[in-house]
Each structure stands twice: as structure tokens, then as C-alpha cells.
């Protein structure tokens, strides 16, 4: 590699690292306790979580009552 | 040569005072652990799931699957040169289509339902219209010069795609041409995930780095590090507002993407074997995992714990899914078999 593509190289971190450096950063704990609070809004909305009954379980076959 | 090895040593002081600097505002707002934050919540207990099906029609190992958007049908892939079609409530295999090249890595399903897509070692995208009475390649997108690790469809115009040769790429499918062409990462891009709102999209790669892309602008908006190795699987939190990742050092880690850092390690020291896969539940609380253990581990993702195991396949799981409705889990695994589980 030649030694100038090496510096266009070289510039383009420098660049990406200035931008990066940029952002604003929200504290932790405030973005935990966003997380959390996500979490706790949509758990009812989570059938893996709160579970399911046979009946409205789209995965277990259904089960066929008939007359002998 | 004096002025430009000059030049060089400036440039790589910058990088370095730039790097420190990064550190020093992370942990400026590092003011508080995720795991003792969640020290109030209550705990999941122990999840249990019960397997519901198991669906065997594949001949070879299953690299990779994909829920459609109805939360019932399901596309696989095998390197028995096949994707399979599924109606996972009756088990039934609806649709095959018959790969060009066997070697397949990656499989989506678009959002309508109309198309799916696969690619691998060929270093093509190939997209096919399973509407038509049968199967119809649609495009075949040839451009990266790596292997295709995996694609996702925006809609059924555009689909994005992340290879072996370290770039990301949006393409547009009806000229079948590249939109733009994402570089940063330097090793090979295993993963992507596109977030909620479908502006940004998150790529795990070799590098052991995870970044944030904006897709229309096609720039790198943060880099995450931490991982110690591969990052094969990655996956947003349902708020938008994390990342999950998954690596052969083990690990899953999550990634605040506005606190620009690692919040929470998943990791426990009886479990050796690289994440090949990951998926959550609809509320973000647990992570389902796949390991090359042969199990499918679940965590929640607030406090860090282990809370379950899917166990029941022979080999490595190689692939997890939870659909749009968040009724269950699917994992597919390298011993031919997808497993339905809730």
C-alpha cells in the first residue's frame, strides 16, 4: 500500500472517529430505566412471557372432541 | 517521505486522542449499572417451554430461517440446496424452492409475503416470487465480492445485505442495482437487523465490532465494541433503543445505542460454546439465544440471568425466530430439524 492511499485511509478513521465523538450520550441509568419501563408496558403484549392457554395456543394441535 | 511520515504520526495521534476522548464521555455517562437498576423489578422465574412441533423435511444442516410477517408461515434454509416454506400451525411444507447453489447462509422473508430471499457462498442474493404458481427467480443480486451472510427486505423494492467482504449494501429490486454501499467494518459482516422505524440498521461482523448505520444516508453513526470475538448474530430491542448481540466469545451483550455503550453482559461460566443466533420476545424482556451447545439458552434481558433452556436438538442451533405476534420460538438447528416451542 502505498504511503499517500495509507494517509486517504488514515484520514477517513480520523473522520469517522470525530463523528463518532460527536453524539451527545444519555446517562445509563436513565437509559435502564427506559428499557425497563419498556419492558414492563408490553409484558401483558408478550405471550411468551405471561403464557398462553391450549385454546388460543396457535402451535398445539387442536384437539378434536367426538361422539363413540 | 519525512512530510507525509509526519503527516501519518498526526493523523494517528488524532485517532488515538480521539479514541480516549470517546472512552472519557462513555464513562462520564456510565453513572449506574443496568443489572442493579433492575434490582426492582420482579423476576421472571423460570421459563419453560414446551416443544410443539417438530418439523423435519430438510436432508442437510439448517443454516438459517425466517418468520413471515403473518406470524405463520416460516422459510428455512439448508445446504440440502433447499428453502422450505412453512405453515408452521399444520406443520405442512408449502412452498420448496430449489437453490442454484447449495451453499446458502442466510434467508428472509419479505414483509407482503411475496417474495424470499437467500444467499451464501455463491456471493449473491438471489430473490424469488413463491406467489407465482411456481417459484420464480425475481433477481439475482451479483455484486459483493464476498460471501452473503445475511439479507433483510425492507419492502418488496429494496433489501439490504451484509457479506463476507466487510460491507453492508442497500440494493434497489427493481433495477436489481446497488443503492448505496456501507463500509467501515474490518472483517467480514455476519449479521444485520434492522431497527423498528426502518431508518437505521445495526451489522455485527468479524472485527468483534457492532455499528449503527443510517440506511438513507449510508453513514456509520456509532461503533460498539467490547466483544472478543465474531459478532454472528445481532437483533434490536423492540424499543428501538438497543441492541442485542451474540459472539463466539460466548456472549451476548446489550448496547444502549443513546448511551453509546455496553449496559449488560450475558454471559455464565458454564457456557462454552460460541452464540450463533438471537431473538427476542415481543417485550424485549428475554433473549433467546442459540448456542453451539446444542441448546437455545434464554435470558432476561433486564437482569442478566439465565432463566431457561430449549434443549432437544442434536447438533448446533444455527438459527432463532420469534414472529411478529410473539407466539413462540422457532429454532432450526444443523441436526436437519426446526423445532417450534412456546
Known sequence: MSSSSSIVAMKKVVQQLRYEASINRVKVSQAAAELQQFCMNNATQDPL??????????????????FL | MAAEKAEMDALKKE?????????????????????AAAGGVASVGRVQLKLRKNLKGHLAKIYAMHWSADSRSMVSASQDGKLLVWDT?????????????????SVDFAPSGNLVASGGLDNICTVYNIKAASPKTLRELDA?????????????????TASGDTTCCLWDLETGKQKIIFTNHIGDCMSL??????????????????????????????TFSGHTSDINAIAFFPSGNAVITGSDDCSCKMYDLRA??????????SLNA???????????????????????????SLKGE????????DNRVSCTGVPEDGMGVCTGSWDSFLKLWN
Open chain 1, 49 to 66: 412471557l405471561t403464557g398462553m392457554s391450549s385454546s388460543t395456543n396457535p402451535f398445539r394441535p387442536q384437539k378434536v372432541c367426538s
Open chain 2, 15 to 35: 485517532c488515538d486522542a480521539l479514541r480516549t476522548q470517546i472512552e472519557a464521555a462513555r464513562k462520564a455517562a456510565n453513572d449506574g449499572s443496568m443489572s
Open chain 2, 89 to 105: 400451525f399444520t406443520g405442512n411444507k408449502l412452498v420448496a424452492v430449489p437453490l442454484k447453489s447449495a451453499w446458502v447462509m
Open chain 2, 144 to 160: 459483493h465480492t464476498g460471501y452473503l451472510s445475511c439479507c433483510r427486505f425492507l419492502s418488496d423494492s429494496e433489501i439490504l
Open chain 2, 193 to 222: 437487523a434492522l431497527s423498528p422505524d426502518m431508518n437505521y440498521f445495526i451489522s455485527g461482523a468479524c472485527d468483534s465490532l457492532a455499528k449503527l448505520w443510517d440506511v438513507r444516508e449510508g453513514a456509520c453513526k456509532q
Open chain 2, 260 to 269: 453509546d455503550q455496553e449496559v449488560l453482559d450475558y454471559t455464565d461460566s
Open chain 2, 274 to 300: 460460541g452464540v450463533t443466533s438471537l431473538a427476542l420476545s415481543n417485550s424485549g424482556r428475554l433473549i433467546f439465544a442459540g448456542y453451539d451447545d446444542f441448546n437455545c439458552h434464554i435470558w432476561d
Open chain 2, 306 to 313: 439465565k432463566v431457561g433452556v430449549l434443549s432437544g436438538h
